[in-house]
T-cell receptor, first 111, second 112 residues
Framework: TQLLEQSPQFLSIQEGENLTVYCNSS?????LQWYRQEPGEGPVLLVT???GGEVKKLKRLTFQFGDARKDSSLHITAAQPGDTGLYLC???????????WGAGTKLIIKP | DVKVTQSSRYLVKRTGEKVFLECVQD?????MFWYRQDPGLGLRLIYF???????EKGDIPEGYSVSREKKERFSLILESASTNQTSMYLC???????????FGPGTRLTVT
C-alpha cells in the first residue's frame, strides 16, 4: 500500500522566517503534487514534480523531488501571513488517475 | 480557469435524512471525485467517476452513493445521514489522462 507521510503536522512561525515541510514515502512515485488549502476553501494545485532531483520555484516557494522519487520537500523563504494554510502532498495512485494523499501540514504565519 | 462549484457551502441535516450534494465543473473534464476531509486524516476518496454513468468505489464508500447523468455534474447522496458523516465534503475534477485535480470550495455538512 502506498502511503505519504507529511511532517510536521503543524507549524506556527513568525513572519519573515524560513521553513521546510516534508512529504515522505517508502514507495516510488512517478510524480508528486503539492496543494495549498486556505481555511474554508478547497485545495489549489501549486506544482507537480516529475523528475527525480527536480527543483521548481514559485516565487518564495521552492519544491524539490527526491532523487529516488520517494520524497519531496517544500521550502518557504521569508514566510508571510498569506502563506497560512494546509499544505497537502499527493502522489499518483495505482489506478484510474486517483491520487494518494498525505494528511497535510497546517502552517500558521503570525504577523 | 477551471471552475468547480458545489451546491452549498454549509448544510445542517438531521439524522436519517437523505442528503444530496451537487458538484458542477465547467471544463469538460472526464474525471470527477468526491472526498471527505476530517482533521488529521487528510482527504479520503468516497467515489470516483471517469465517464457519464460510470463510477468506482473509493476508500470509504459505505453509506454513500453517487450519480453522474451528465458529464459536468456529479452528485453525492447520503441515503440516511448519520452523525459520523459530519465532515467537509470536497468535489474535484480532472482531465481523462491527468492526475492534476481541481477542487470546489467544499460543503461543510453537519448532521445532528
Amino acid at each position: 500500500t502506498q502511503l505519504l507521510e507529511q511532517s510536521p503536522q503543524f507549524l506556527s512561525i513568525q513572519e519573515g522566517e524560513n521553513l521546510t515541510v516534508y512529504c515522505n514515502s517508502s514507495s516510488v512515485f512517478s510524480s508528486l503534487q503539492w496543494y495549498r488549502q486556505e481555511p474554508g476553501e478547497g485545495p489549489v494545485l501549486l506544482v507537480t514534480v516529475v523528475t527525480g532531483g527536480e527543483v521548481k520555484k514559485l516565487k518564495r516557494l521552492t519544491f524539490q523531488f527526491g532523487d529516488a522519487r520517494k520524497d519531496s520537500s517544500l521550502h518557504i523563504t521569508a514566510a508571510q501571513p498569506g502563506d497560512t494554510g494546509l499544505y497537502l502532498c499527493a502522489g499518483e495512485g495505482a489506478s484510474n488517475y486517483q491520487l494518494i494523499w498525505g494528511a497535510g501540514t497546517k502552517l500558521i504565519i503570525k504577523p | 480557469d477551471v471552475k468547480v462549484t458545489q451546491s452549498s457551502r454549509y448544510l445542517v441535516k438531521r439524522t436519517g435524512e437523505k442528503v444530496f450534494l451537487e458538484c458542477v465543473q465547467d471544463m469538460d473534464h472526464e474525471n470527477m471525485f468526491w472526498y471527505r476531509q476530517d482533521p488529521g486524516l487528510g482527504l479520503r476518496l468516497i467515489y470516483f467517476s471517469y465517464d457519464v454513468k460510470m463510477k468506482e468505489k473509493g476508500d470509504i464508500p459505505e453509506g454513500y452513493s453517487v450519480s453522474r447523468e451528465k458529464k459536468e455534474r456529479f452528485s453525492l447522496i447520503l441515503e440516511s445521514a448519520s452523525t459520523n458523516q459530519t465532515s467537509m465534503y470536497l468535489c474535484a475534477s480532472s482531465r481523462a489522462t491527468s492526475y492534476e485535480q481541481y477542487f470546489g470550495p467544499g460543503t461543510r455538512l453537519t448532521v445532528t
